[in-house]
Nanobody, 113 residues
Framework: QLVESGGGLVQAGGSLRLSCAASGSIFGAMGWYRQAPGKPRELVAAITSGHSTNYADSVKGRFTISGDNAKNTVYLQMNSLKPEDTAVYYC???????????WGQGTQVTVSS
């Protein structure tokens, strides 16, 4: 089970921090995706259990993904937000136990200009 929190409405240039708490399995790589209206879901950032990270070019230098292995939680710190960052943000995690990937329910992020 993945439970996301931290979305909301913010003005351009502002910041938000998303959290995704995982439970019920042993998880490895985790990541954040987003989907804007009329657009396909895209990877925003991902982190491995060894804390290696990768980012979409559009968020490099503005977003930071981090993880707390002890809490099975991944965070996405979003700074210098732009209106084009507006989307539903989804957490995704790969389970070592089931070898399946799981999605959170999504959290809305809206950036006003």
């Amino acid at each position: 089970q993945l439970v996301e929190s931290g979305g909301g409405l913010v003005q351009a240039g502002g910041s938000l921090r998303l959290s995704c708490a995982a439970s019920g399995s042993i998880f490895g790589a985790m990541g954040w995706y987003r989907q804007a209206p009329g657009k396909p879901r895209e990877l925003v950032a991902a982190i491995t259990s060894g804390h290696s990270t990768n980012y979409a070019d559009s968020v490099k230098g503005r977003f930071t993904i981090s993880g707390d292995n002890a809490k099975n939680t991944v965070y996405l710190q979003m700074n210098s937000l732009k209106p084009e960052d507006t989307a539903v943000y989804y957490c995704k995690a790969f389970s070592y136990t089931t070898h399946l990937a799981y999605w959170g329910q999504g959290t809305q992020v809206t950036v006003s200009s």
